[in-house]
């Protein structure tokens, strides 16, 4: 069942990098908009420079990687360099995929939010961006 909210969240999904599984990015888009979201996906093997582009382009409140080939730590620091290049530091970045536990502590410091591993519900991850994107 599709809610309907009144200012839709706009959320960019993206499968930068060269891991093309996608199921888990798809399950994850259709959550979104079943919630009420606007979801924007842009397929798979995209790069840094694609991804931030096309958030611009979108003027996404959300911009929701999911990489599952361990690339996130060569990735995510060009992702937000190129966001903070834009302007764009306001984006809420949720990460999911398979990332080790070491790696969480860099990945918030470069301004990742959240990160979602294996398993993860849709329920937690809409609860969370909902509850840290503000009204508009």
Known sequence: MTTQLANPIRVLVAKPGLDGHDRGAKVIARALRDAGMEVIYTGIRQTPQMVVQAAAQEDVAVLGLSILSGAHME???EIMRLLGEQG???VLVVLGGIVPEA????LAAMGVSAVFGPGASTNDIINYITAS???V
């Open 103 to 106: 790696d969480r502590a860099p």
């Open 75 to 77: 990735l995510l620091p």
């Open 133 to 135: 994107v503000p009204p």
């Open 88 to 90: 764009m530091d306001d």
